[in-house]
């Protein structure tokens, strides 16, 4: 079954640092992955889809990168903010195209002012 | 336009109670999706309806059971609670089953005790 890791390790940074989070999953590649952002007691917030024909996505401050060679996603904030902090997801389809989501453990991000 | 309302927001249920959350998707929105997320992990997939019918269940009991209504709207069933039910159930509804943005509610906090 597809498996999706993410570094459970909080990422501590200054604001103003860029802050990229990691995303590896494994056996096959999926159509699609997204990235979420979960606040304590939240639910999670959609932030960007990208598909595995598509290299690269920017939102704003965001930058999603989509590797199927080396089965990973890196997810960039540039600029980053004190409101940045927050716990953030990677997700993927459960199986081919069946909209069932896996999601990873989450990373949380704290950004010191 | 209202987001994802789920309810209630928490819940204490005892041991071998049987307990009923709900949930009511975006206007428009046809798929509805539940997931349980234990403290510190991603969110778990539990079931996905569309049009009143059931796409997809994950790796969980018999306990568990859901069904959506001619108006979209959702019901989580679970039956003979354990300690380890204790969780944030999120419902999560989107435009269509797959390649598509969730939009989660906040959740319902269950605590079994």
């Known amino acids: 079954s597809q498996k999706i890791e993410q570094n459970s390790e909080a990422l501590n940074i200054q604001e103003g640092k860029t802050a990229t989070l990691t995303c590896n999953y494994t056996?096959?590649?999926?159509?699609?992955l997204q990235w979420y952002r979960q606040d304590p007691g939240r639910g999670p917030v959609f932030l960007l889809l990208?598909?595995?024909?598509?290299k690269e996505k920017r939102k704003e401050r965001l930058k999603v990168t989509f590797d199927t060679t080396l089965k990973q996603s890196l997810f960039h904030i540039t600029a980053s903010q004190p409101a940045d902090s927050a716990t953030y997801l990677c997700a993927l389809d459960y199986s081919s195209n069946t909209g069932k989501l896996i999601f990873g453990q989450g990373t949380t991000l704290q950004v010191k002012p | 336009d209202a987001g994802v309302t789920q309810s209630p927001t928490h819940l204490i249920k005892t041991r071998g109670q049987q307990v009923t959350l709900r949930c009511s998707p975006i206007s428009g929105h046809k798929s509805v999706s539940w997931y349980q997320q234990v403290l510190g992990q991603g969110p778990q997939f539990i079931f996905q309806?569309?049009?009143?019918?059931?796409?997809g269940r994950g790796n969980f009991p018999d306990r568990f059971s859901a069904r959506q209504f001619p108006n979209y709207s959702s019901e989580l069933n679970v039956n003979a609670l354990l300690l380890g039910d204790s969780a944030l159930y999120l419902c999560?509804?989107?435009?269509?089953?797959?390649?598509?943005?969730?939009?989660f509610g906040q959740g319902t906090r269950l605590t079994v005790v």
């Open positions: 056996n096959y590649s999926p159509a699609y």
């Open positions: 309806y569309y049009e009143k019918e059931e796409r």
């Open positions: 990208i598909r595995e024909n598509e």
């Open positions: 999560a509804s989107s435009r269509r089953t797959q390649d598509t943005e969730a939009f």
